[in-house]
């Protein structure tokens, strides 16, 4: 796979069993594109925003998928993509969520302001 066509996965969910079996998924369907998982909102913003631990990580490079667990501990996935919509550079994110309605409960407006696609 040449640098051109490097689609970078970033996971961002804070339970450590969900996280291995969402990596565990990708591993088995052979795919190799890079996978970097963190814990967080707060992380999962200082990873796109080359800042923090992860300062000095090339910017230019942004995943092109993020899977992302709406309810996270320090900053919410809500709070994470309201976030990425507000840097210009980044309001190509396409972005869906996949979430089960009676298990999380947010706000319809509050979800229009920061989506491009629910599933």
């Not at 990708?26 to 800042?51: C, H, T, W």
Request: charged fraction near 35%.
């Amino acid at each position: 796979m040449d640098s051109i066509n490097i689609v970078d996965i970033l996971l961002v969910e804070d339970n450590p069993n969900d996280a291995e079996l969402i990596s565990r998924a990708i591993r088995k369907q052979s795919v190799a594109n890079p996978l970097y998982a963190v814990e967080d909102g707060a992380e999962a913003l200082d990873f796109i925003f080359g800042r923090g631990k992860f300062d000095g990580r090339d910017i230019s490079r942004q995943p092109k998928v993020i899977l992302l667990d709406l309810k996270l501990p320090k900053v919410s996935g809500l709070e994470v993509l309201e976030a990425i919509k507000k840097e210009r550079a980044r309001n190509r994110f396409p972005w869906s969520s996949c979430r089960h309605p009676r298990k999380i409960r947010i706000s319809r407006p509050r979800m229009r302001s920061a989506r491009t696609a629910t599933l």
